[in-house]
């Protein structure tokens, strides 16, 4: 790691205020290990997360030392620094560094965040020999394009980064670029105006009078290009005089094209530069086309097996079949063949390597309940109040069984009996070789919950807020209460039971007896059934967040924020978490992480959980379409 990767502060560190010693301990947990950072607020530091004791986990602890006597500029300092706890903690993107923790110990204010291992471009120029090569430069560029792009559209307000200069762009061990010091970001609200903040020479003329659009950052990146190209600091030049020095003049390695770009991003009214760091990136991207350059970077961030950073324009369906209404189920794929239920009242079979239509079965009520196969036959519900069983290769009726409501839940075999709820609030157990109800257990409202069993019972929940215990016989062993509805189906692992309630919370019950192990409170209800990898549980909610947390103790890892709820369920695939949301994207995640590889848009919510089959995900949107895309 070069020790030069974070900026140092403006002002001159006072010898009072000595830096932590290597081998001391924060807060009980972060071993330091060396100061990689000073200034005159504080001191940043490479440590080692102690929580982590079988594996070195490395971050970067930056620290504020409010010694100042005036009371309105230590509040200011304070909050400032908590300003920038507070954006970075709602960032989830490949090149923004996470947090992980912020705390005070002795009126000193610490945030701890990823640790990157690589310099900063101020520290690259001064390192490197000769002129960077330009297809580096537009590499970079874009990248730089995709973080501003992602703020820029942050919800619910855009961000200003108002600091892009090459000391806030390190450089990671797979060249590849993140964005640091979040200090003076500021959420961006149309004709609000401040002082001015920013670096002379790098911030445009509108800065200088308080103002901060997006086309400040895009007009600083242009600076930046610049100074990576020509090798001359804009912070030792006459303020907006970059036309006196044209890059070709400096360097004849570049190109006329990529000369124009930045020549654009470097107008000195804003109205003349991109209007976006979409359309900045656009123009890079044309110009890496003429040069043969790739545009599509290869993450490997201390992320095994990552895959391409993939434009969702890059990704093409390996099949699509239009339906006549919409699908809000779960697909089943086996034996070469595709199920899905819709909503005009059909349950579709499919070729699940072409997409060929092979036959579909006409209930009399919408279909949402994902198909369960057992010796040959389908076995789903539908909003006809109806369960049928139907030929897997020929969709002829073999029988059905009459509850007393809709049946939105799907069924789970076990025990020669199908056990599947009905939204007159009955869970049925229906033996598979009489094609009878062998018995029912009432709870108070609609089941619309999927049954989890064990070796020993069946747990399901209910619209009436009732996580049930039952046994094969159905005997109720407990019922554990929730505020509102459980539509989130169970996941049980080391002896409990995992859910999400519409009251907003996500719950982990011991599993024998259906007491409260911990509670996590999400910003609104779910109905995301969890799965698990690695002891990390994953889930959607309404919130429009998918959410990472340790499955021990209930302390969140990481949430990603889509554009809408998040009614759909996670599946994880390799390292991938796969999940669709109301925003009508489907979201590919590193699981461990939580960073996006890539998202495939649709035109309607995906409210279903994807499967993936001998690497195909296969999954319904409410566009009426069924997706068969490549992972």
């Known amino acids: 790691m070069d020790t030069q990767g974070y900026p140092p502060e403006e002002q001159t560190w006072q010898e009072t205020e000595k830096p932590l010693l290597a081998g001391s301990i924060l807060a009980n947990r972060y071993l330091i290990q060396d100061v990689i950072g000073a200034g005159g607020m504080g001191s940043v530091y490479r440590a080692r997360d102690m929580h982590f004791s079988n594996a070195v986990k490395l971050v970067a602890v930056k620290e504020m030392i409010n010694q100042t006597r005036d009371p309105a500029l230590r509040q200011t300092m304070l909050m400032n620094f908590e300003r920038e706890a507070n954006i970075l903690v709602s960032l989830n993107h490949i090149s923004i560094p996470k947090i992980f923790d912020f705390f005070e110990v002795n009126e000193r204010y610490y945030l701890v965040q990823e640790y990157i291992d690589g310099k900063d471009l101020e520290k690259y120029l001064a390192d490197v020999k000769g002129n960077i090569p330009e297809d580096q430069v537009i590499g970079w560029a874009i990248e730089m394009c995709n973080v501003l792009e992602f703020l820029h559209n942050h919800k619910p307000e855009p961000i200003i980064f108002r600091d892009v200069k090459p000391s806030n ?333 519409v009251d907003s919370t996500f719950y982990a019950l011991d599993a024998k007896t259906g007491w409260t192990i911990w509670r996590f409170r999400m910003g609104k209800g779910s109905v995301s059934s969890p799965c698990t990898a690695d002891g990390l549980l994953f889930f959607g909610s309404a919130d429009g967040n998918i959410y990472s947390v340790d499955g021990a103790n209930g302390r969140e890892i990481w949430r990603f924020k889509t554009d809408h709820q998040v009614s759909g369920s996670p599946v994880i695939y390799r390292d991938n978490l796969i999940c669709g949301s109301a925003d009508g994207y489907l979201y590919c995640l590193e699981y461990r992480s939580g960073r996006m590889r890539w998202k495939y848009p649709t035109r309607g919510p995906i409210t279903g959980t994807p499967i993936v089959y001998n690497d195909i995900i296969y999954f319904g949107s409410v566009d009426h379409t069924f997706y068969a895309l490549p992972v």
Not at 220 to 248: C, M, N, Q, V, Y
Not at 322 to 336: K, N, S, Y
Not at 439 to 444: D, G, I, K, L, M
């Open 169 to 501: 762009i390190m450089v990671n061990r797979n060249d590849h670029i993140v964005l640091i010091d979040f200090g003076i970001a500021k959420v961006f609200k149309v004709g609000q105006k401040g002082t001015m903040i920013g670096t002379e020479g790098y911030a445009p003329p509108e800065q200088y009078r308080g103002e901060a659009n997006p086309t400040v950052d895009i007009y600083a990146l242009g600076a930046t290009l610049h100074h990576l190209l020509t090798k001359k600091d804009p912070r030792i030049e006459a303020p907006f005089t970059f036309s006196e020095r044209p890059i070709r003049q400096i360097n004849p390695a570049v190109s006329t094209e990529l000369e124009a770009v930045i020549n654009t991003s470097l107008a000195y009214n804003a109205k003349d530069r991109y209007p976006t760091a979409a359309a900045m990136k656009e123009a890079l991207m044309a110009v890496a086309g003429r040069k043969g350059i790739p545009t599509i970077p290869h993450y490997a961030v201390a992320q095994p097996q990552q895959i391409s950073l993939a434009p969702e324009s890059d990704i093409k369906p390996v099949w699509k079949f239009e339906c006549e209404d919409e699908i809000r189920a779960t697909p089943l794929v086996d034996g070469g063949l595709a199920y899905i239920g819709v909503y005009d009242n059909n349950m579709y079979a499919l070729d699940a390597n072409d997409g060929s239509f092979r036959w579909k079965f006409p209930s009399e009520g919408g279909i949402v309940s994902q198909p369960v196969l057992q010796e040959g036959k389908l076995i789903f519900g539908s909003e006809d109040h109806h369960v049928y069983a139907v030929g897997a290769r020929n969709g002829k009726e073999v029988w059905k069984v009459q509850t007393g409501g809709p049946v939105r839940s799907s069924g789970r075999v076990a025990e020669g009996h199908v056990f599947i709820g009905s939204d007159d609030g009955y869970l049925y157990a229906i033996n598979l070789t009489t094609n009878k109800v062998s018995w029912r257990v009432e709870t108070q409202d609609a089941i619309r919950s999927t049954p989890c069993i064990t070796d020993d019972f069946i747990y399901f929940g209910s619209e009436s807020g009732e996580m049930t215990c039952c046994d094969f016989r159905g005997t109720v062993k407990f019922r554990f209460t929730a505020k509102r509805a459980i539509t989130s189906s169970p996941l049980i692992t080391n002896n409990r039971i995992f859910f999400g309630s």
